[in-house]
C-alpha cells in the first residue's frame, strides 16, 4: 500500500461536478465542497450476511473526522465512471477487492460544519465473505470498522446521531439503509 501521502483522494484533485442541466464538468474537490456545487460521489455498502460494515472516519480526514458512515465512499474523479471509483476506494480503504452491484442512484445535500455536501451519488452493494479479516485498510482513511443489523443502525441512529454523518443519517431517514438489507 502506498504512503499515505501519494494517496489520490488530495484536496485539490479534480471530481466531476453537475450543472442546472445535468452537463458534467471537472471542479476541484475542496472547492465543490466549499461552495456546495453539486458533484458526483459513491456509497458502498458490503454486508457480511445480515450485517452492514460501518466504517469509522479517520481522524485525517478533512470533514466528518472519527464519524461513523457506510462502508467506504468517495468520489468519481473527472471522467471515471462510478464503478471504476468504487473498485479504487475499496482498495484505498480497505484493502480489498470485492464484487459490487449498482443499487440506485440517490441525491442529498447537507452542511458538514464550515462545508456543503451537495451528492449525485450511485450507491452500490456487495458481500463480505464469511470470516474474512480486514487486515489492509488505510489508516489514513478508516480509524475503525465494524458491523451492524438494520435495527441497531436504526436505533443508534436515532439514539446518537452525532455519531454518524451526515449522509449516512440521511440514508437511515430515507430508508435507504433499509432497503439494501
Not at 31 to 47: D, E, M, N, Y
Not at 148 to 160: C, F, K, W, Y
Request: net charge negative; charged share 25%; glycine share 6%.
Amino acid at each position: 500500500m502506498p504512503a499515505a501521502s501519494q494517496f489520490d483522494d488530495a484536496l485539490g484533485e479534480l471530481i466531476t461536478g453537475v450543472d442546472d442541466e445535468g452537463t458534467l464538468y471537472p471542479i476541484e474537490k475542496l472547492k465543490a465542497h466549499r461552495t456546495g456545487v453539486k458533484h458526483l460521489a459513491i456509497s458502498v455498502f458490503l454486508f457480511q450476511g445480515d450485517r452492514l460494515l460501518l466504517q469509522q472516519r479517520s481522524s485525517l480526514k478533512y470533514h466528518a473526522p472519527l464519524l461513523w458512515t457506510n462502508s467506504a465512499c468517495s468520489h468519481p474523479r473527472w471522467q471515471e465512471s462510478s464503478a471504476d471509483c468504487v473498485t479504487r476506494t475499496l482498495d484505498r480503504e480497505l484493502g480489498v477487492d470485492f464484487s459490487t452491484r449498482f443499487v440506485r442512484r440517490t441525491e442529498y445535500d447537507a452542511p458538514i460544519g464550515p462545508l456543503f455536501e451537495n451528492e449525485v451519488v450511485d450507491c452500490y452493494r456487495g458481500e463480505i465473505p464469511p470470516r474474512f479479516s480486514f487486515s489492509d485498510m488505510n489508516p489514513s482513511e478508516v480509524a475503525g470498522l465494524r458491523t451492524a443489523g438494520r435495527g441497531e443502525i436504526e436505533q443508534d441512529v436515532a439514539t446518537h446521531p452525532e455519531r454518524y454523518t451526515p449522509w449516512f443519517r440521511i440514508y437511515v431517514e430515507r430508508g435507504l439503509v433499509s432497503a439494501l438489507f
